[in-house]
């Protein structure tokens, strides 16, 4: 069959098919970093463990990625017209690096240790729980895009895969922006002024031993 002008019609493509990669790193403890090193990392600001007094006692450092790949399936319609649809689209998303600090002033076994610690921890929760909820949200966002994406057609392969990418790009665009204001709304409850308060006093006040060494 061919359309107006003598250019062949688009071939009626599979559906496409969303494969979803789940990808969370071990997760690692460091306990060799001083307080101002750890004040020092990129992260999440205020960062956790943090006291009354300002000082970076512990970080949970958890980066968070994705990639993709389209697999498209493309014709020739004649007359250098090509068409073509996505058939696969390929996500990995997840964390790809998640670490504990807790400052080396801090004696391991240590009660203020063990405080800081459980805190930095009720990060990694969060995160993890985060993760389960939005991989089935994530997969079916995807599934709408392609799912209702026509074949493009251009002058080259390479504008057809380019026709075919920018809406998927958008969507992975916003669906990061969604997963990170999610993300920092969710670890701002965890880190309040109240919490860093109690940290502080915690353990009768065993941390004003460790914070005269800085």
């Known amino acids: 069959m061919t359309a107006q002008g003598g250019v062949a019609a688009c071939p009626d493509f599979a559906p496409a098919r969303v494969v979803l990669d789940l990808q969370i790193a071990p997760l690692r403890t460091d306990y060799s970093q001083s307080i101002r090193q750890l004040a020092q990392k990129p992260g999440r600001r205020p960062v956790a463990g943090r006291t009354a007094n300002s000082h970076t006692l512990g970080l949970a450092a958890i980066q968070y990625n994705q990639q993709w790949q389209a697999g498209v399936m493309t014709a020739s319609l004649g007359q250098g017209r090509y068409c073509g649809a996505a058939q696969t689209l390929t996500v990995t998303f997840g964390y790809d690096e998640r670490t504990v600090y807790v400052a080396r002033e801090l004696p391991q076994g240590s009660c203020i240790h063990g405080e800081v610690l459980a805190h930095e921890m009720r990060h990694v929760t969060v995160d ?10 994530l997969k079916r966002r995807l599934e709408d895009v392609v799912g209702r994406a026509r074949p ?21 665009r916003q669906l990061m922006e969604e997963f990170g204001r999610e993300r920092n709304a969710r670890q701002a409850r965890i880190d309040t002024p109240a919490e860093y308060e109690r940290i502080s006093q915690s353990c009768n006040g065993e941390i004003n031993r460790y914070l005269g060494r800085v």
């Open 152 to 172: 493009a057609q251009g002058r080259s392969e390479r504008q057809v895969m380019a026709a075919i990418e920018q809406p998927i790009k958008a969507a992975m």
């Open 128 to 137: 993890e729980q985060l993760l389960r909820e939005y991989v089935p949200v």
